[in-house]
DNA sequence: CTGTAGTACACGTATGTACGAGTTGAGGAG
DNA sequence: CTCCTCAACTCGTACATACGTGTACTACAG
């Protein structure tokens, strides 16, 4: 029988409401490592018994805790303090074309490298006419029509990423971008193929907490937040050639760039 | 008299949670825009008389639009649509030396360029062992001392971004990094007179939701996740010579990168 | 006209009860 | 020994009720 962390009792001249003082105790139990990943939190029941309060405060207690992305409750089992999946560590360098040239394409070569198996599902590939904000990026009009490339990505069979890429309809055609398997190196190496030089990326980063698709589709824990990652393909005379539009689990990852000081 | 939103009633046949239809519905109509930025959300009481459910299921509703970050609860006013701050983008050049040379910081010349009114307050700088990470960045043994600069950033006076600087005390010592105000060009210029050359800059960016510290001292809505980027500055020889950790409000910013193809 | 007390209304906290549904393990049937 | 049933335990959903506390408007007193 894994022993219980010892809890504190409330205090009653605190004005600190009690599922609040509650949820201290648990927190603090969790940072301290008395309760380590993976270990199951006191039942509610056992939670009521212990502080002589009402099913409902405790409840709210560990609301607040999950909310933190400190617990997950499992239907049926109990409520555990989250374990944290590995981290992977996207570097700015990950699209440099000597990587490229190696022929695989980025996701696959970094996943191997760190030793866990990458894998690719959903994907689809339609033609569309872009949205506004996709229509901006590229330098398009709102009636010119482009190629989107949607799919997800997942490590050790757990998703971690979905993406979706746009590419003016007048590159893609004919090339392998319109197939599922977009060929070795990736679509960024059936753009250059074509005769377009890349230059740089430039990633726009936002966090939030995800949507309901987007809580389904990487299979989140609730109170994980996302990172939401729109990637601009140039080449070297400027032109917008790809936008990717990319959401990831942000427990997942940790972004690193580098930036030149000049 | 402010027009409610219409809201549909509940499928009895769905086995979709009560709380959940309840929670779709409001949700919907959000981002159908029916209730706009700063809308009130028809009370408890009235959606319990829309609906003839009891409060605990309408305020279970509520709860999951709050932890998607769609609404803010104001104790005895009401629900409220959460409006989004304007937003800061931070550009991948940002410390780029010719900023440095205007003489002003990053931060203070990038807000008033968008029309805001910077400040900092919570100035602290005091002399310290460093943490085993810090300690790591800075290729320092944890016997050596280190300068911990921290603030805190505000837009017209409302808090965007707590940061703390650790510089290595042999570097920092006698200059005016030691002083609330670090000069003009801030630490980056003062650690460059000091015959150190500046060369690049890496950034290591987590999303996650803030701690209960960093949810007060940014004042944060719930259902905000928060960045946590540490960035480092290297000297042209690859010497580590400052560490900044840095947690910003995730709805305030917009990290934008550029990345090489080469 | 002004200030304030009162009041209606809003969300916050807490109690108690009931039943549903998923998980697990013990114990009995085969 | 194996399989299955069932009980016990867990969290999920929903009901009803009560009182606290903050907000905002109204009506009355001055």
Known sequence: ????????????????????????????AIERGQLAEGDKVPSEARLMQHYGVARMTIRNALQVLQSE????????????????????????????????????????????????????????ITEVKPSPDVAERLRLSPKDRVVRRSRRYLINGQPVETAISYIPAEIAKGTQIMQPDSGPGGIYARIEEKGYRLDRFVE?????????????????????????????AYTTDGT??????????????????ELPAR
Chains 1, 2 share one sequence.
């Open 69 to 124: 992305g400190l617990t997950v409750a499992e239907h049926g089992r109990g409520v555990f303090v989250r374990s944290h999946p590995p981290v992977r560590r996207l570097a700015s360098d990950r699209f440099a074309r000597r990587h490229r040239e190696q022929g695989k394409a980025a996701f696959i070569a970094e996943t191997e490298g760190a030793g866990g198996k990458p894998s690719v599902d959903s994907i689809e």
């Open 240 to 257: 917008p050639v790809e936008v990717c539009d990319t959401v990831m689990s942000s427990d997942a990852y940790v972004l690193s760039y």
């Open 1 to 28: 029988m894994p022993e219980s962390p010892t809890l504190p009792d409330l205090d009653p001249i605190s004005d600190r409401a009690v599922f609040r003082q509650i949820a201290d105790h648990l927190r603090e």
């Open 204 to 232: 726009d980063i936002k966090s939030r907490m995800p949507l309901r698709d987007e809580l389904r589709a990487l299979k989140l824990a609730p109170g994980v937040p996302v990172f939401h990652l729109v990637r601009t």
